[in-house]
C-alpha cells in the first residue's frame, strides 16, 4: 500500500580516488554527509563518478543500499579480518548514497515512487555489481557473492530535484508493477534465467531502465544469456 515510509539514516557523497593497486580510479568510498544536499537529475551534488558510461547517470542518479544487510556480510567472514569488520561499521561500504533499514529488495518494486525531502524519485533498476566490489574488499569473488546473494541495493532516477538529507523520510506515493519486486528482477535475470514468459514480461516493464530491457530483449532473440565475465572479474585475475 502507499503511504508508507522509512527514515533515511545516512545520504552519503564520494570523490574520484585510486582504488586498490590497478591504477583505476573509483567514487565508491562513500563518506555520511551532515548537511542538505540537492539531488539534481543525475545525482547528488559533490557525488563524483569516475566511470560515467557504468556509474551514475540519469537512470542511476541514487544507489540505495539495506542497511542490515552489513550484519549478512560480517557474520560470514574469518575472524580476524579487522579491515573489512572496520569498513562494515557504517554505511558507505558498497557506494551507496541511502542507508536505511527496513526496506530490502524482496519490499522495493520498480518504478515505485518515492517522495524524500524535496524531490521525487522512482526506482530504476537492480544494482548490478561489478569487480570494483571486488578490490574494494580484497575478494576475488565478491561481486559474485552480492549478485548470487541478490542483495545488490537499487537504483533511482529522479523525477522532481530538489534538496535532501539524513533525517527526511523516504515516502512511497505509488506502485505502479506491485509484482515486480527489485528481488524478482533480480531472480528471473540470474537464476530464472530461461524463463522466457517472465523475462518478456520483463521487457515491457515501462519504468525498468532501458539498457535492462535492451539487454533483455537480446536474451529472447538469441536464447543466450549473456556473458557476465568482464563485469564480475577483476581485471588481471
Known sequence: MNGMSW???????????LLGEFGKLSAIDKQAVNQRLWLGET??????????????GMEKALHHYPFEHYAYWREGWQAGEASLAQLLAVPGAFGENLSTSGLTEADVCVGDVYRIGGALIQVSQPRQPCWKLNVRFGRADMSRQVQDTRRTGWYYRVLEP??????DF????????????????????????????????MA??????????????KRLASRQVESWTSRLDTPGN
Open 7 to 17: 527514515k533515511i539514516h545516512s545520504v552519503l557523497t564520494g570523490r574520484i580516488a
Open 170 to 201: 523516504l515516502e512511497r506515493l505509488a506502485r505502479p508493477h506491485p509484482d515486480w519486486s527489485i528481488e524478482r528482477l533480480l531472480r528471473v535475470l540470474y537464476v530464472e534465467r530461461e524463463n522466457w514468459a517472465a523475462l518478456a514480461e
Open 43 to 56: 545525482g547528488l551534488e559533490g557525488d563524483q563518478q569516475a566511470d560515467p558510461k557504468h556509474h551514475g
Open 162 to 167: 530538489g534538496e535532501i538529507g539524513a533525517g
Open 204 to 217: 515491457d516493464l515501462a519504468t525498468l531502465t532501458p539498457s535492462w530491457r535492451t539487454t533483455i530483449t
